[in-house]
């Protein structure tokens, strides 16, 4: 893989392997009002491949994520610029249920479930699309073939679970619209090691199904482990881009603190 150097940044070249994206995103750049929270991002996603996306607080990694998901696009007071394609089909034009409908769903942070519904109610929160209906019982027998626990408590109201089952049913929950796309968005927040092992276990299974993954880690050693391209966020803009078995670690550490790779200007 070759690294070119743009005004940016670092790119890979596109069309990695000779495959054609599935999404692309160009000079994406985002704001809360007057404030500048992405900076001309610019990268590509390939089908079936885990993309982690890392950086300090505040680098922009959430912020990039609801920009993908149609969060960031509701007027004046948080809007983006530049483009998101989805094969041909222009997704920053759309609204969240119909960038769902076109196969992307997100995990975000904190889970944000119904706290007094049941594991299956909140799960079906996720068929709630026309397409899905039809399939929702087939969809629920499959999150409780990778999620026993939710199969045997899916009468249970989820404020009284764990965290780690928790996010068990938010990661089902962006199963239940079959998706092509599932982003992760900070999976490991606030869980032990030892559970957060198991959910990128289970997110591996989910790639290897066939999904692609975007996801969101500040632990930057779990996020070279568990990817196959990795982005690395600094004040909005992408700094380093690359096959993760291909960068030095350190290269990778001074990117994410911002020590030697130079920052993008406005």
Not at 45 to 65: D, H, Q
Not at 139 to 155: H, N, S, T, V
Not at 253 to 259: D, I
């Amino acid at each position: 893989m070759s690294i070119s150097v743009s005004k940016r940044g670092f790119f890979a070249e596109p069309g990695r392997g000779g495959k054609r994206p599935l999404l692309t995103i160009s000079e994406l750049s985002a704001y809360y009002g007057q404030l500048r929270a992405l900076y001309d991002i610019e990268f590509q996603v390939m089908p079936g491949e885990v993309l982690a996306v890392i950086g300090a607080n505040g680098a922009g990694k959430s912020t990039l994520l609801k920009s993908i998901v149609g969060m960031m696009n509701r007027g004046k007071t948080a809007h983006i610029t530049g483009t998101i394609d989805m094969r041909g089909r222009r997704l920053e034009r759309l609204n969240t249920e119909k960038i769902v409908d076109a196969g992307v769903t997100m995990v975000p942070e904190g889970r944000r479930l119904f706290p007094r519904l049941t594991v299956e109610e909140n799960l079906m929160t996720g068929a709630y699309l026309a397409r899905c209906r039809g399939k929702a019982p087939e969809k629920l027998e499959e999150i409780y073939d990778m999620f026993p626990r939710l199969g045997e408590r899916r009468a249970q109201i989820v404020n009284q679970m764990s965290g780690g089952e928790q996010q068990m049913v938010a990661i089902g929950r962006a199963l239940m619209s079959d998706p092509q796309v599932v982003l992760f968005d900070e999976l490991s927040l606030g869980l032990a090691p030892s559970i957060v092992d198991d959910i990128y276990v289970k997110v591996g299974q989910i790639n290897q199904a066939g999904v692609t993954c975007i996801v969101i880690e500040q632990d930057m050693k779990r996020a070279l482990a568990v990817s196959n391209h990795v982005l690395v966020l600094l004040e909005g803009a992408v700094v380093l881009e690359g096959d993760p078995r291909e960068l030095d670690v350190d290269q990778v550490t001074s990117a994410y603190f911002g020590s030697d790779i130079g920052r993008a200007s406005a």
